[in-house]
């Protein structure tokens, strides 16, 4: 029978009545973790190594830590206000983190926070790299005696919902069985603050062995700092928004560039003329652009589009605010099929109205005005629907033909931190073999785009970023030594400077098409090494030297200036001060990226006069500085602040 506890240690020693041996637990991704309980299993195995514990995860969220310099002045007063002063974090992290987790201790994560643990050796031994829907049979093959899960209870009721995390404790569950492994121990904590999502995120309170509701207060929950979206990740956006085809589907994934795509749709739909203006500037063929024409669109949504994707964030809630996705599907495939071929009538629209769900991911993560819309959602028909990752992120869980009447038209949408000239991808490690974060379902949806009729896939990159010695280095590649999308499955392609489509084409024509996306500098060489390897013609001569950062920003500046592209199109977390002290922290980095650039910096900086933000400079306990340092340090901020003030 299921047993509630009110007390954490109570609970533990539970588990360990129940559980003999070793405690091999597998527990969610992100938000689903159970943190206290966590910590309080893992403080009791830390004493006990006669009790060894193997945990079995992905992306275990922790805040970001101290910091030293401006960077830290700016981050430890906001890192306390958003997250909490008595977030949990996670113990076995700080551990992994130092590369002191005891020895009876082991971690196997199949993505991690990105950036997070690439000085971990602990971390990098222990990484299992995996597709997202391999994950659930992955675990069942460590035959794990212990699953915990955060949950939230059903206002009013007794149920409790998975909520944040539907994605594989139930496919965890049936790959167990098909092993015919014993059931793990299922052990829930009750967290108030978790939005209540019902339909096919509830279960009974008897899925769970024991169930644990702590007192409070209770944590906050684990909220994702919303970044700034610059001119490259707006100008990706842009691109990108325009090979959607209405009464399609849509699939994106986090961070800055899913935040631009979002705000790109919302435009296109809700003021139109200002958005085909924008699409000018950028482009002038754009519109008439093939792909544009053989799969996206300008115009505005009619039909609406249904999300299916295996995270929802915030450019979900606002896609979903502006009347974007809109477009309800039903899991009943006779009248999917009757929408489908014109068949349908009265009585199967206002069932689809009724039932139907315009909006389907595996797990959520966001901020905590994200959290607040999902808790207005309310246990109604609301559109919003939780599903298995199973179900999300492939075709092939035995419901295919149902799934390819629901995700008709689908634009699967993710970012890659680099691409080669011949279409292959660079989304989660570097070529010494660690890892930045993970495979995810990248693969899934790239693969899904091929196997579905009218879908595809498109990576999003920046054609450059800043190199180890702070010099610009390019993000599109001739080659290099990992790859996460090999090149047969290229597809499309969007940076800041245009669209390649590489689905189908010849491996020259491959390299043309991406050439036009490389930075203006880096192009010859490119090029050159094209010829040398013979995937290009020896005469071939072209460039495009409208390829620059500073024409970028030139052609978005008067968008940028009137609001239509703000820096945070989703809202934000920081607050008018904060948001200064970021531009000029981002132009002061840029600026001090090389011993050359940073010594001209700070020369600068003590020949210019202090800045008149008084805020700015209280916010960051440099109003008054003493000391050689602080003062140093209240100079750049000054000429930072300066040169970036609007």
């Known amino acids: 029978m299921t047993e509630t506890l009110t007390d954490l240690d109570h609970a533990v020693a539970r588990i360990f009545e129940r559980i003999p041996g070793p405690l091999r637990m597998g527990a969610p991704l992100g938000l689903g973790k159970p943190h206290r309980l966590i910590n309080a299993l893992y403080a009791k195995v830390v004493a006990d190594a006669s009790r060894p514990l193997q945990i079995y995860t992905a992306l275990s969220l922790d805040p970001p830590g101290p910091a030293a310099g401006l960077e830290g002045r700016f981050a430890e007063p906001f890192v306390r206000r958003h997250f909490g002063a008595d977030f949990p974090r996670l113990a076995y992290v700080d551990a992994m983190r130092r590369d002191a987790l005891p020895a009876h201790v082991q971690v196997e994560e199949f993505y991690m926070q990105s950036g997070a643990l690439?000085?971990?050796?602990?971390?990098?031994?222990?990484?299992?790299?995996?597709?997202?829907?391999?994950?659930?049979?992955?675990?069942?093959?460590?035959?794990?005696?212990?699953?915990?899960?955060?949950?939230?209870?059903e206002p009013g009721g007794q149920r409790l919902s998975l909520s944040c995390n539907n994605d594989i404790t139930q496919d965890t569950?049936?790959?167990?069985?098909?092993?015919?492994?014993?059931?793990?121990?299922?052990?829930?904590?009750?967290?108030?603050?978790?939005?209540?999502?019902?339909?096919?995120?509830?279960?009974?309170?008897?899925?769970?062995?024991?169930?644990?509701?702590?007192?409070?207060?209770?944590?906050?929950?684990?909220g994702l700092p919303r970044q700034p979206v610059g001119d490259a990740d707006y100008a990706i956006g842009l691109y990108a928004?325009?090979?959607?085809?209405?009464?399609?589907?849509?699939?994106?994934?986090?961070?800055?560039?899913?935040?631009?795509?979002?705000?790109?749709?919302?435009?296109?739909?809700?003021?139109?003329?200002?958005?085909?203006?924008?699409?000018?500037?950028?482009?002038?063929?754009?519109?008439q652009h093939p792909l544009v024409l053989e799969c996206g669109g300008l115009a505005p949504f009619e039909q609406g589009l249904y999300g299916c994707s295996e995270m929802l964030n915030e450019g979900f809630r606002r896609l979903v605010e502006t009347g974007v996705i809109r477009r309800r599907v039903h899991d009943d495939a006779a009248l999917m099929q009757r929408l489908a071929d014109g068949s349908a009538d009265a009585e199967d629209q206002t069932r689809l109205q009724r039932e139907g769900e315009f909006l389907h991911g595996a797990f959520y993560l966001g901020s905590p005005e994200f959290y607040d819309w999902l808790r207005g959602l309310g246990d109604g028909p609301h559109g919003v629907g939780m599903r298995r990752i199973s179900e999300i992120n492939q075709l092939y869980g035995g419901h295919e033909a149902l799934e390819r009447l629901q995700r008709r038209d689908a634009r699967f949408f993710n970012s890659c931190m680099?691409?080669?000239?011949?279409?292959?991808?660079?989304?989660?490690?570097?070529?010494?073999?660690?890892?930045?974060?993970?495979?995810?379902?990248?693969?899934?949806?790239?693969?899904?785009?091929?196997?579905?009729?009218?879908?595809?896939?498109?990576?999003?990159?920046?054609?450059?970023?800043?190199?180890?010695?702070?010099?610009?280095?390019?993000?599109?590649?001739?080659?290099?030594?990992?790859?996460?999308?090999?090149?047969?499955?290229?597809?499309?392609?969007?940076?800041?400077?245009?669209?390649?489509?590489?689905?189908?084409?010849?491996?020259?024509?491959?390299?043309?098409?991406?050439?036009?996306?490389?930075?203006?500098?880096?192009?010859?060489?490119?090029?050159?090494?094209?010829?040398?390897?013979?995937?290009?013609?020896?005469?071939?001569?072209?460039?495009?030297?409208?390829?620059?950062?500073?024409?970028?920003?030139?052609?978005?500046?008067?968008?940028?200036?009137?609001?239509?592209?703000?820096?945070?199109?989703?809202?934000?977390?920081?607050?008018?001060?904060?948001?200064?002290?970021?531009?000029?922290?981002?132009?002061?980095?840029?600026?001090?990226?090389?011993?050359?650039?940073?010594?001209?910096?700070?020369?600068?900086?003590?020949?210019?006069?202090?800045?008149?933000?008084?805020?700015?400079?209280?916010?960051?306990?440099?109003?008054?500085?003493?000391?050689?340092?602080?003062?140093?340090?209240?100079?750049?901020?000054?000429?930072?602040?300066?040169?970036?003030?609007?």
């Open 241 to 287: 928004s325009t090979l959607v085809r209405d009464g399609g589907t849509l699939q994106i994934g986090i961070g800055a560039l899913a935040d631009a795509l979002s705000h790109a749709l919302v435009l296109r739909h809700t003021d139109n003329a200002r958005y085909r203006q924008v699409i000018a500037a950028l482009d002038p063929a754009l519109e």
């Open 418 to 646: 680099m691409a080669t000239a011949l279409g292959a991808a660079v989304s989660d490690g570097l070529e010494d073999g660690r890892i930045v974060s993970g495979v995810g379902g990248q693969y899934n949806f790239v693969a899904m785009a091929h196997a579905l009729d009218d879908a595809r896939s498109v990576l999003m990159f920046r054609a450059s970023r800043e190199g180890a010695h702070g010099e610009p280095d390019s993000n599109l590649r001739w080659n290099y030594g990992h790859t996460t999308i090999p090149r047969h499955l290229r597809d499309i392609y969007v940076n800041q400077y245009g669209i390649a489509d590489l689905r189908g084409v010849t491996d020259e024509d491959c390299v043309i098409a991406m050439a036009a996306l490389c930075e203006q500098p880096f192009q010859a060489a490119l090029l050159a090494e094209a010829k040398q390897a013979r995937k290009l013609r020896a005469d071939f001569n072209a460039a495009w030297p409208r390829n620059t950062p500073a024409a970028l920003t030139a052609t978005l500046a008067p968008f940028r200036g009137d609001g239509t592209l703000p820096d945070y199109p989703l809202g934000s977390d920081f607050d008018e001060v904060e948001q200064r002290l970021l531009r000029a922290l981002g132009w002061l980095k840029q600026r001090t990226s090389t011993r050359g650039a940073k010594l001209a910096t700070v020369l600068k900086a003590l020949m210019q006069s202090r800045t008149d933000d008084p805020e700015a400079m209280r916010r960051m306990q440099l109003a008054s500085p003493r000391g050689f340092g602080a003062r140093l340090l209240a100079r750049l901020l000054s000429l930072a602040l300066t040169m970036t003030k609007r």
């Open 173 to 222: 569950l049936d790959a167990v069985a098909r092993r015919g492994l014993p059931r793990p121990l299922l052990v829930a904590e009750v967290d108030p603050r978790l939005p209540w999502l019902g339909g096919t995120a509830a279960v009974e309170a008897d899925f769970f062995d024991l169930i644990v509701e702590p007192p409070g207060p209770y944590p906050e929950l684990f």
């Open 118 to 153: 690439l000085r971990s050796t602990q971390a990098q031994r222990g990484y299992t790299s995996l597709n997202y829907t391999m994950a659930a049979d992955a675990v069942a093959q460590r035959a794990p005696n212990l699953i915990v899960q955060k949950v939230a209870r």
